[in-house]
């Protein structure tokens, strides 16, 4: 079946850059998406990308894309201890709305 | 301000009980996803629904049933909790149509079952 895999964990310092990776299988995913899950609350869309992008820049997140390899990530620059928080990529899957979650990765970001 | 809300954070029910977790969206969207979370697995999707009184199973359905009868509104209903049922709950809605497929998310349901 279709599949989305992420590292469960990734810890940086403040003001280093984050970079959260993701596999996924389906080839045919229109959009692929970045969610944020901050302690106790909901998933909020931080940004997302649409299949034919190779990138995507937005303030301080970059998505890059690689379709060859099926490979996402998310770059943060100058990580902040706000940003700790669970990240989820998450592709389209056979139209209809619904999505792939991956595991989320637990970014821990220390002073 | 787009707004899904369910009806409780926090909940605790002993074995056997009938559980019933509501989810309210403002936003006139087709589409309702509930979705449970536990830690290294992710989100798993239980139920969706693309319209009022049709509903399709997810991944992990056994267990649950849901109910719509309203376009706004999507129940998750546990028949008898059971202690694998304690986990967080997820509520969702997107628009068909709408670029990108984005699903809006309620805070959860964090269901302790004892």
């Known amino acids: 079946g279709e599949d989305v895999e992420q590292s469960l964990f990734l810890s940086v310092r403040e003001g280093d850059s984050s970079v959260i990776n993701c596999t996924y299988t389906?080839?045919?995913?229109?959009?692929l998406y970045w969610y944020k899950q901050e302690p106790g609350a909901g998933l909020q869309l931080l940004t997302y990308i649409f299949s034919n992008m190779d990138m995507k820049q937005d303030q301080r997140l970059t998505v890059l894309l690689n379709k060859k390899d099926k490979h996402l990530s998310l770059r943060i620059a100058d990580t902040q201890t706000g940003d700790s928080a669970i990240y989820f990529c998450?592709?389209?899957?056979?139209?209809?709305?619904?999505?792939?979650f991956g595991q989320g990765t637990e970014l821990s970001v220390k002073p | 301000d787009v707004k899904v809300t369910q009806s409780s954070r926090y909940l605790v029910k002993r074995t056997g009980e009938k559980v019933f977790l509501e989810c309210v969206q403002d936003?006139?969207?087709?589409?309702m996803f509930w979705y449970r979370q536990d830690p290294g697995l992710g989100l798993r999707l239980i139920y969706f629904s693309y319209d009022v009184k049709m509903k399709e199973k997810g991944d992990i359905p056994e267990g649950y049933s849901v109910s719509r009868e309203k376009k706004e509104r999507f129940s998750l209903i546990l028949e008898s909790a059971s202690t694998n049922q304690t986990s967080m709950y997820l509520c969702?809605?997107?628009?068909?149509?709408?670029?990108?497929?984005?699903?809006?998310f309620g805070p959860g349901t964090r269901l302790t079952v004892t």
């Open positions: 998450a592709e389209t899957y056979n139209q209809g709305g619904k999505l792939i």
């Open positions: 969702a809605s997107s628009s068909t149509g709408q670029g990108g497929y984005e699903q809006y």
């Open positions: 936003m006139d969207h087709e589409n």
């Open positions: 389906d080839s045919s995913s229109t959009y």
